[in-house]
């Protein structure tokens, strides 16, 4: 089975830091997305890549930035975490044919 | 672009019931077509795909879905739920054209089984 890893479940951070959160996949694809998601708002795109050091914006992309060094790792980058990017975060990867495997996310909470 | 649309924020019903969760989507474009599970603080699972093919596709845990592309809709059924099948539920669409095109989302259905 294809794989991604999101390193982290829950994290707590305070306004102001800067927050890291790491995306892993095994699928060796080109593909990978950062969604957000929040309650009645479904999922959001916030940045999404290609392929390694390319990046495209997604929908929301505004107080992030991403990532992409090596083809298996995707990071989201918040510059200075605050109380509105609290959210549970997703990492997706792949393509059609795989389905586009999801990570089990990470929930940020920003105080 | 793409859009999609889930008609039910929830769905309650009765264990061993059978249920419709609704999905129309809009695009100029020949399209993909997911549906996703979500159970409480995890990740989401594909459910089922249309790619290509037979528009009925049958997908885990008993769970099947229609393409109608007249209708422009992929309605996600199931004949008898359980309990277990308590969770959010995902449609989303892709444009066919390009394998790089982004996911759209619908915003979710609750479904909610009652023993």
């Known amino acids: 089975d294809v794989k991604v890893t999101q390193s982290s479940r829950y994290l707590v951070k305070r306004t102001g830091e800067k927050v890291f959160l790491e995306c892993v996949q095994d699928m060796d694809h080109e593909n990978m997305f950062w969604y957000r998601q929040d309650p009645g708002l479904g999922l959001r795109l916030i940045y999404f890549?290609?392929?390694?050091?390319?990046?495209e914006k997604g929908d929301i992309p505004e107080g992030y930035s991403v990532s992409r060094e090596k083809k298996e790792r995707f990071s989201l980058i918040l510059e200075s975490a605050s109380t509105n990017q609290t959210s549970m975060y997703l990492c997706?990867?792949?393509?059609?044919?795989?389905?586009?495997?999801f990570g089990s996310g990470t929930r940020l909470t920003v105080v | 672009a793409q859009s999609v649309t889930q008609l039910d924020s929830q769905v309650p019903v009765f264990e061993e019931a059978p249920v419709e969760l609704r999905c129309n989507y809009s695009?100029?474009?020949?399209?993909?077509l997911f549906w996703y599970v979500q159970y409480p603080n995890q990740g989401l699972q594909l459910l089922l795909k249309y790619l290509s093919g037979s528009t009925l596709v049958k997908g885990i845990n008993g769970f099947e879905a229609e393409f109608n592309k007249s209708q422009t809709s992929f309605h996600l059924r199931k004949p008898s739920v359980h309990i277990s099948d308590t969770a959010e539920y995902f449609c989303a669409v892709t444009s066919r054209n390009s394998g790089n095109t982004p996911l759209v989302f619908g915003k979710g259905t609750r479904l909610s089984v009652i023993a």
């Open positions: 695009s100029s474009v020949s399209v993909y």
């Open positions: 997706r990867a792949g393509g059609a044919s795989y389905g586009y495997t």
């Open positions: 890549s290609y392929d390694v050091k390319m990046k």
